[in-house]
């Protein structure tokens, strides 16, 4: 079966399907989008996309957005990164506070708030204009000039992001965060408010189905063993605590946003993004 006729029976299957869950709305710029938006897009590795549904609006990527901090991070930081995060799924929401004091304020992993925040710190550090730099990354990976930070999502999420400042905080004191708080929360926000379509997340992460390349420019960004370490992260992590659960179902490297985004990764093969408001519990 070619992939075409796949997605149109995944579609005709969703149409059909009676619709779980509710958008976010802890943060409240999100609970305002339209709960029954539905767009799948998939881009095979030799650069053959397809399409459906709500597939070319923009919504907000969220924590899907942790991926490419780390791929930025690791390339300008390389592995030193690893002494300030870990790599281990944590078996808990993306916002929990439980580990990190019994573990002195390191994270488990790069994908869960605490992790991603701490990647932020990292960037901050190597950056000299970190919001734009980022941004420009973004644009390369995705071969498009035209993806933005949403800066009335991010101003939403920073009024109410008590959570987010409790383990800042708590970094902060075991010694794990170097810029002032204010600074990294800033620049959390602000990633994790770039909107993209399904379509253009798909092609942003074609690298990590090409070995750390972007195939169409050729352009290496991370070195084969870098984009490996990204996929295996998104494997084990991609998906807070339902981890084991999605790469058991899905079996794919993948990372999910509260923004109801979902993107996973076929090394070698393809990339694939959806995009559904409505949440599950995790
Ligand atoms: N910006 C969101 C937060 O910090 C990202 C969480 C997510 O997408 N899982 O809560």
């Not at 605590?241 to 790469?247: T, Y």
Request: charged share 20%.
């Amino acid at each position: 079966m070619d992939f075409k006729t796949i997605l149109q029976e995944v579609y005709a299957e969703i149409l059909r399907t009676k619709s779980k869950g509710q958008p976010a709305s802890y943060i409240p710029e999100l609970a305002n989008i339209n709960p029954d938006k539905f767009g799948i897009h998939f881009c095979s590795a030799q650069g053959n996309h397809y399409g459906l549904g709500d597939h070319q609006e923009k919504f907000s990527c969220q924590s899907i957005m942790k991926v490419i901090t780390l791929c930025l991070a690791i390339k300008t930081e390389g592995e030193e990164i690893w002494k300030r995060i870990g790599v281990e799924p944590s078996g808990t929401p993306f916002n929990s506070l439980v580990q990190l004091e019994y573990e002195h304020g390191i994270p488990r992993n790069p994908f869960i708030n605490a992790g991603a925040l701490v990647v932020c710190d990292i960037l901050l550090n190597q950056l000299d204009k970190p919001k734009e730099q980022f941004i420009e990354f973004v644009r390369r990976l995705a071969l498009n000039s035209n993806i933005q930070y949403n800066n009335k999502v991010s101003a939403s999420e920073k009024a109410h992001g008590y959570r987010n400042a409790a383990l800042i905080n708590m970094m902060k004191s075991f010694g794990n965060i170097e810029n002032p708080i204010e600074e990294v929360l800033d620049f959390y926000y602000s990633i994790c408010s770039i909107e993209m379509t399904c379509e253009e997340l798909a092609q942003t992460f074609q690298l990590f189905a090409n070995n750390g390349c972007i195939p169409s420019t050729k352009e290496r960004v991370v070195t084969t063993s870098q984009s490996k370490r990204i996929n295996a992260i998104m494997q084990c992590c991609g998906f807070y605590d339902e981890a084991g659960e999605f790469s058991f179902k899905v079996g794919l490297p993948g990372k999910s946003g509260v923004g109801g985004g979902i993107v996973a990764v076929c090394p070698g093969k393809y990339t694939v993004a959806v995009w559904s408001p409505r949440l599950n519990k995790k």
